[in-house]
């Protein structure tokens, strides 16, 4: 059983960066690919990026490419997800996740774990 944990979440103004880490521990050689998703209130679960593990192919959610960069390191197992120019609109509680078999990349429904999530707060 993987278990995830989300961290550096906060407060920060428009035009800055914060960078969030998931912690990946228990089964972590199962492991196929690990995404972000954020869900804002009101909204539904949405995808933000995803990293494989073995060669650290990335996807990104077009309104973050260019201003989001998501990492991993394998002997941590831990991935990154770097975030710069935040917007307003990137407000929303930010979820890692992990998917053991390969699957639709984006979709929420296609992961198997999931961090407790992190809040993120974009102040205008």
């Known amino acids: 059983q993987v278990q995830l944990v989300e961290s550096g979440g906060g407060l920060v103004q428009a035009g800055g960066s914060l960078r969030l880490s998931c912690a990946a521990s228990?089964?972590?050689?199962?492991?196929?690919?690990m995404g972000w998703f954020r869900q804002a209130p009101g909204k539904e679960r949405e995808f933000v990026a995803a990293?494989?593990?073995?060669?650290?192919?990335?996807y990104y959610e077009d309104s973050v490419k260019g201003r989001f960069t998501i990492s991993r390191d394998n002997a941590k197992g831990t991935v990154y997800l770097e975030m710069n120019t935040l917007k307003p609109e990137d407000t929303a509680v930010y979820y890692c996740?992990?998917?053991?078999?390969?699957?639709?990349?984006?979709?929420?429904?296609?992961?198997?774990?999931w961090g407790q999530g992190t809040q993120v707060t974009v102040s205008s």
């Open positions: 228990g089964g972590t050689l199962s492991m196929y690919a």
């Open positions: 996740a992990t998917q053991t078999l390969p699957r639709t990349i984006a979709t929420v429904g296609d992961y198997d774990y």
């Open positions: 990293i494989t593990w073995k060669f650290g192919t990335t």
